[in-house]
């Protein structure tokens, strides 16, 4: 077999790619789709933003960040298409039922069973799509997979708006819930695994084969915790900016969706294919870009973010929001793919598993709760901005996200594992 054939995706590689893409659209739909909605929910459930920050974030968090390493595990050594049309069905059933809930205690517990659902999704997508893809299109296709962040963002800030506006919060949900579930047997019978390579060096999927690999390399801990901190960030103001609007612009709810719309569009498409596409350029003569790039987009991020919810002219604020929301994922292409490059193929949907669990753990469970505390804390002194300020409060932990990757780039070299 020659090295041009063996370069080369197999034809059914882009089907089955757009196919993950839109699942993962309707992952990330179907989790933020309560940010858009906030006003309505903390008024109508009587909600503190505490309470909220808790539903948003360490709901969803917990389940979906634990149950991701056994679900990659089980995905590994069975059918990773499989696990993924499953979980489809399970969180988009539990997005349905949250338009039901009719207290804190009941959103909470539907909550934690779309991230129960949603922690089966993301971990077996990027392993079957690193099966799929040969290394130098692998950052690429990955960065076309995360596209499903800002695409899922846009769409469900803009139909959550429109379907609340035109009945209310409740429909949101139960629309959204019942078109994945159209999806699942789709994926089921369109998405199919492809034979493994056996590395008889590895432990197989096991997680105590898996695991010991990364975690002896201080690489993954590097990365781990540097995304972990832009996520905090990241999630908690992907929470609680439409709320920021809301209070601080004097924004309707059509406005918002109108608004954010736009901005996870055209910016978070942007930044995630650019971070993809420049990792697989520079990264084909120095590895070490994979991280380098990544660390450079959250300097710039800090900075933007600030400025952007700190003015009062919408004018200046929508272009400072766009630049942020682009580079503040950039780094979901380039560092997926170096995950999948710290352990043999076998292993590598548990090693995402266990990236992500430490991702979500600390970025999802901490960042929307944190924003929703501070903004409690501060309504004393700052009264109806109090929000506004919490959620520029976060933007620190981007430079602290730089720092760490930057330390991540000295030692990728070393820790990267070839395909074979």
């Known amino acids: ?154 769409a469900g800030t803009l139909i959550g708006a429109y379907l609340a506006s035109w009945i209310n919060w409740r429909a949101a949900f139960i629309f959204m819930g019942v078109a994945g579930l159209l999806l699942a047997p789709v994926m089921l019978v369109l998405v199919r695994d492809l034979p493994r390579k056996v590395d008889a060096g590895a432990s197989g999927s096991s997680l105590l084969g898996a695991f010991p690999i990364i975690a002896r390399k201080p690489t993954f801990w590097l990365m781990a915790a540097a995304a972990s901190c832009s996520s905090l960030a990241g999630y908690g103001l992907a929470a609680w900016t439409p709320s920021v609007l809301e209070r601080s612009f004097g924004f309707t709810l059509l406005e918002r969706g109108h608004f954010l719309a736009s901005i996870f569009l055209i910016g978070g498409t942007a930044g995630v294919f ?86 979500n753990l600390i970025g999802l469970g901490i960042g929307p709760m944190l924003i929703g505390a501070l903004s409690d804390l501060f309504k004393e002194r700052f009264g109806i901005e109090a929000l506004r300020y919490a959620a520029v409060s976060v933007v620190g932990f981007y430079l602290v996200a730089a720092f760490l990757m930057m330390l991540a780039v000295k030692r990728l070299r070393k820790d990267w594992v070839d395909d074979v």
Request: glycine share 8%.
């Open 1 to 154: 077999m020659s090295e041009q054939h063996v370069a080369r995706p197999s034809p059914r590689a882009n089907v089955v790619l757009a196919l993950l893409l839109l699942a993962y659209i309707f992952n990330f739909l179907d989790r933020t789709i309560l940010n858009i909605l906030a006003g309505s929910i903390i008024e109508d459930l009587k909600l503190t933003d505490t309470e909220f920050g808790a539903i948003t974030g360490l709901a969803f968090a917990v389940l979906y960040s634990v149950m991701g390493v056994p679900l990659a595990m089980l995905a590994d050594r069975t059918s990773r298409s499989r696990v993924i049309a499953a979980s489809l069905a399970v969180w988009s059933g539990f997005t349905a039922l949250c338009g039901t809930a009719t207290s804190f205690g009941q959103l909470f517990l539907f909550r934690l069973g779309v991230g129960v659902g949603e922690a089966g999704g993301v971990a077996p997508s990027y392993a079957l799509i690193a099966d799929y893809f040969p290394p130098h299109r692998r950052a690429r296709a990955l960065a076309i997979f995360s596209l499903g962040i800002p695409l899922g963002l846009a």
């Open 274 to 359: 650019a971070g993809g596409w420049l990792a697989d350029r520079l990264g084909q003569g120095d590895r070490r870009w994979y991280a380098r790039l990544p660390a450079i987009a959250w300097l710039i991020t800090a900075p933007t973010f600030a400025l952007g919810l700190l003015t009062t002219n919408l004018w200046i604020a929508w272009p400072l929001l766009l630049i942020p929301n682009a580079l503040n994922i950039l780094w979901l292409g380039p560092v997926t793919t170096a995950v999948q490059h710290l352990v043999p193929q076998a292993s590598r949907a548990t090693a995402s598993a266990s990236f992500l669990l430490i991702n």
